[in-house]
């Protein structure tokens, strides 16, 4: 059943593989898929969705064990994917939509748009679907992981400790093939990059992790020449501390009116 709150904001709930993912449309104009990443919401992503949603028919969602989603018996990057699909399939638009991915959501647009080719407009890509060059964690970073993945379990409660730390492990082995996703994908393609996904300290593990955050985007642009990028001067944060900026550049660079 569809509910339309005093927004205007329809508010739905798909249910598939024994998860219940409760989605939300509204605005006007070109249809756009926002995908939200591990430990993010689509209500963490309020101020970005009410922007693009100016001039778009947006439609957002929360991944298993996210926000009010129902938690799941297994989280991975195949079961996340299936959501993704799910909604997407559940979904009545009047054209393909755009789909716009955060972190692991911009990962999982990859995949799905290069398994099914013309259900969608175009890719925009938020600080993730990095071919990395090398490992993004190696043993060294294992032991610190581990510590933001229990305060992130402890923030969100559905998914464990345990869980965030493999799929973080996971996230790296799918990062070290996805550059076999994109050679089957035939639309326009943008990314908007963080210059500082590790934030900005000069100590640690933060500069390894920039760089090469960087060195996977120049692969990528390196290989596909036909993919644009934007940089903002930022962390992963980007979404919440620049959303003004991100919709901004997805509006004026990948979905025109």
């Known amino acids: ?95 393909p939509p755009v789909l716009v991915g955060y972190s692991l959501g911009a990962d999982l647009a990859v995949h799905y748009a290069a398994a099914h080719p013309g259900t969608i407009a175009g890719l925009v890509l938020i600080d993730g679907a990095n071919p990395l060059p090398e490992p993004f964690l190696t043993d060294a970073d294992l032991s610190e992981f581990r510590a933001i993945a229990e305060a992130e379990a402890a923030r969100h409660g559905s998914l464990t400790a345990e869980d965030i730390f493999g799929l973080g492990k996971e996230m790296d082995v799918v990062r070290g093939g996805i550059l076999d996703r994109y050679q089957q994908i035939d639309l326009p393609v943008h990314v908007i990059m963080s210059t500082a996904i590790a934030g900005d300290s000069l100590e640690g593990r933060a500069p390894r992790h920039n760089r090469l955050w960087r060195a996977g985007v120049e692969r990528l642009m390196h290989e596909q020449p036909h993919i644009s990028a934007d940089w903002i001067d930022a962390d992963h944060r980007l979404v919440f501390t620049h959303a003004p900026d991100v919709a901004e550049i997805i509006r004026s660079r990948l979905a025109p009116c």
């Open 1 to 95: 059943m569809t509910v339309r709150n005093d927004s205007g904001i329809q508010c739905f709930t798909v249910r598939h593989d024994g998860v219940s993912i409760p989605v939300s449309r509204g605005g006007r104009g070109r249809p756009l898929v926002l995908c939200p990443g591990l430990n993010c919401t689509q209500a963490d992503l309020y101020e970005l969705v009410s922007l693009l949603r100016r001039d778009h028919d947006v439609v957002t969602f929360d991944l298993r064990g996210h926000g009010l989603a129902s938690p799941a018996e297994r989280y991975s990057f195949d079961a996340f994917l299936g959501d993704l699909v799910a909604v997407l399939a559940d979904l009545d638009l009047p054209s």
